[in-house]
């Protein structure tokens, strides 16, 4: 595992990485736990996000990546019409080796310590059990549900999510939301890549898969044999005839390597942060390639897990995940009105719809008696006073100013 310094999240943070609220390095050398906890935006309510569990190369990689996926978090919920904030953790290590009870204890612990600033779920490399346990010590954890997909996660929430968003897409681009005769390309068939194969062959279209691991393609191969099966993304991306690309693994999977190979005409997939550096975007607009952001078309999850922090139905929340199809024309409408790039329209929408409530919170402390009010989280409705108080314990945590 990486050795944190209190040093590290400063080093890494980059250009952007003050628009952040906090930064909290966790550790605990009894269990092991080495985490970063990112709150990027309050202004909606308490952030909402999954901790990913994965191997990073150095503390600087997790440190960046969990600002970025906190961001997007942000920008997600915004999007999504959701009261919450961004934020996310990064667990480092390897889950299938690391992973203990007393190390998702600590984390939970370390979650409890931020008083409902942040409420954690799934994401890559946990899943409903593991939320079990950091419940135990920490009230504000999401997808708990024994009620979701067979893995336990939100991944089919999300999986139609991405459906939604691409059958707005074809609307948008080829007059038509049917995705029937379509060829479409999965890089990444395991959680939710898996699903979105399983909706895509019920809607009628080709599908072409790879992955970096066998087995997720063997299963895939084996519930439909029709499907065509590619060496790697490099093969995927140049494979002909493709009408849509849908990156579904982890992140910085469209670089200025794959743009001029592409033969997709949309871009629509699962995975966060899909774009290497934001030039990408025009780059593949250049060459017509019709880019859906990714906080945009992937927010079923996230829909998921703030419906169960609301109590919310199933249902309700499967009605709330289709909306990622007007959401997303929506999107692609402002983009042409205003002769700007998707991804650019999206963040204006989701940034007006921040900062609006910014600014409605900052007015509601000036009204007040002294000219401020008394801090209060979650902020708003308190939708983390459902829950108990949580455990105060703070070992384990260092907070980093950002």
């Known amino acids: 595992m990486s050795t944190f310094t209190l040093g590290t999240p400063l080093t890494a943070l980059g250009p952007d990485a003050f628009e952040h609220e906090q930064v909290v390095v966790c550790q605990d050398p009894t269990s092991g736990l080495k985490a970063v906890i990112a709150i990027h935006s309050t202004a909606l309510g308490p952030a909402l996000g999954g901790a990913r569990f994965r191997?990073?190369?150095?503390?600087?990689?997790?440190?960046?990546?969990?600002?970025?996926?906190?961001?997007?978090?942000?920008?997600?919920?915004?999007?999504?019409?959701?009261?919450?904030?961004?934020?996310?953790?990064?667990?480092?290590?390897?889950?299938?080796?690391?992973?203990?009870?007393?190390?998702?204890?600590?984390?939970?612990?370390?979650?409890?310590?931020?008083?409902?600033?942040?409420?954690?779920?799934?994401?890559?490399?946990?899943?409903?059990?593991?939320?079990?346990?950091?419940?135990?010590?920490?009230?504000?954890?999401?997808?708990?549900?024994?009620?979701?997909?067979?893995?336990?996660?939100?991944?089919?929430?999300?999986?139609?999510?991405?459906?939604?968003?691409?059958?707005?897409?074809?609307?948008?681009?080829?007059?038509?939301?049917?995705?029937?005769?379509?060829?479409?390309?999965?890089?990444?068939?395991?959680?939710?890549?898996?699903?979105?194969?399983?909706?895509?062959?019920?809607?009628?279209?080709?599908?072409?898969?790879?992955?970096?691991?066998?087995?997720?393609?063997?299963?895939?191969?084996?519930?439909?044999?029709?499907?065509?099966?590619?060496?790697?993304?490099?093969?995927?991306?140049?494979?002909?005839?493709?009408?849509?690309?849908?990156?579904?693994?982890?992140?910085?999977?469209?670089?200025?390597?794959?743009?001029?190979?592409?033969?997709?005409e949309v871009v629509c997939g699962a995975a966060n942060n899909q774009l290497a550096h934001p030039d990408v975007e025009q780059q593949l607009a250049d060459r017509g390639v019709l880019y859906l952001p990714d906080y945009v078309v992937n927010a079923g999850g996230a829909i998921l897990g703030a419906g169960e922090v609301l109590g919310q139905s199933l249902s309700q929340s499967a009605a709330n995940v289709e909306r990622i199809f007007d959401t997303t024309l929506e999107v692609l409408r402002r983009a042409e009105a205003e002769g700007i790039l998707p991804g650019t329209a999206a963040e204006r929408i989701a940034r007006q719809r921040i900062d609006a409530a910014a600014e409605k919170r900052a007015e509601e402390r000036a009204l007040q008696p002294g000219g401020r009010v008394a801090d209060r989280v979650p902020p708003h409705d308190d939708p983390g006073d459902r829950w108990a108080r949580p455990v105060t314990d703070r070992s384990g945590s260092r907070e980093v100013d950002a």
């Open 55 to 264: 191997a990073y190369r150095s503390d600087e990689e997790a440190v960046r990546d969990v600002l970025k996926l906190s961001r997007g978090m942000s920008y997600k919920n915004a999007m999504a019409g959701l009261d919450f904030g961004g934020g996310k953790a990064v667990i480092v290590g390897n889950p299938d080796r690391d992973k203990t009870e007393e190390l998702l204890l600590a984390f939970g612990r370390s979650v409890a310590a931020l008083g409902g600033r942040y409420i954690t779920g799934s994401d890559v490399g946990t899943g409903v059990r593991d939320m079990e346990v950091v419940s135990r010590v920490c009230p504000w954890t999401a997808c708990l549900s024994r009620e979701l997909d067979q893995d336990g996660d939100t991944a089919g929430f999300t999986a139609h999510g991405v459906l939604h968003g691409m059958r707005a897409a074809a609307r948008y681009r080829w007059g038509t939301a049917s995705l029937r005769g379509r060829t479409i390309g999965v890089a990444g068939v395991g959680k939710v890549g898996r699903v979105l194969v399983d909706l895509l062959f019920r809607e009628g279209a080709k599908v072409v898969v790879t992955d970096v691991l066998d087995e997720p393609v063997r299963r895939i191969v084996e519930e439909f044999p029709e499907t065509v099966v590619v060496e790697d993304t490099d093969a995927l991306v140049r494979f002909g005839g493709m009408d849509v690309y849908a990156p579904c693994a982890l992140g910085g999977a469209l670089t200025e390597a794959v743009v001029p190979v592409l033969t997709a």
